[in-house]
């Protein structure tokens, strides 16, 4: 039942678009939840990330297991995919992954400028997100949905050109060194 009156409270994240301004931030949205939720649904909120580790952590949510996994196979396959453009080697832990998401992968890759190709992969994560979306609107299940979609929508919008710049060039020199830890942590 908290859920209902949780749910019932969020604005809604559809429709919105660069220019609009957010009608709720992480940390009202947190604080709703932490309102609403039992202790272990907030533990699993706060687990909510949209850089998972590379080892897989389960979680008692199908929906974040989910978008943890398909982002970690989404890093991953753009870390196998650079490197072997670079000639470098690359242990991708002998993971395989379907062909819409090497098509996406190769696309972005393939993009000469770096924020428009971050564009790119942000519409492929919401996308993504958007498969996963639950039916039910008033389920715990929607609540992850609803905070991992609010956490790409404010990561979209703290892009600048200068920063991407310096990440871009951050990451990339951590790939020409060797050092990974940039690509996927």
């Given at each position: 039942m908290?859920?209902?009156y949780l749910i019932s409270q969020l604005p809604s994240l559809d429709a919105i678009n660069e220019s609009t301004p957010l009608p709720i931030t992480s940390e009202r949205f947190t604080e709703l939840c932490q309102r609403f939720l039992n202790k272990k649904r907030q533990a699993e909120l706060e687990k909510l990330t949209l850089l998972?580790?590379?080892d897989s952590e389960k979680s008692t949510s199908?929906?974040?297991d989910s978008w943890n996994n398909g982002e970690r196979n989404l890093r991953l396959a753009l870390a196998k995919l650079?490197?072997?453009?670079?000639?470098k080697p690359f242990d991708s832990h002998n993971q395989s992954?379907?062909?819409a998401l090497l098509q996406a992968v190769r696309t972005a890759v393939e993009i000469d400028n770096p924020m428009e190709a971050e564009k790119f992969l942000n519409k492929y994560r919401l996308d993504f997100l958007e498969t996963l979306r639950p039916t039910d609107s008033f389920s715990d299940e929607f609540i992850f949905y609803y905070g991992?979609?609010?956490k790409l929508i404010e990561r979209i919008?703290?892009?600048d050109k200068q920063s991407g710049e310096n990440a871009y060039r951050k990451i990339y020199n951590s790939i020409m060194n060797?050092?990974?830890?940039?690509?996927i942590q």
């Open positions: 908290a859920e209902y998972p580790s590379k199908s929906l974040i650079r490197a072997d453009k670079l000639n992954f379907s062909p991992l979609k609010l919008r703290k892009f060797e050092n990974r830890t940039e690509v």
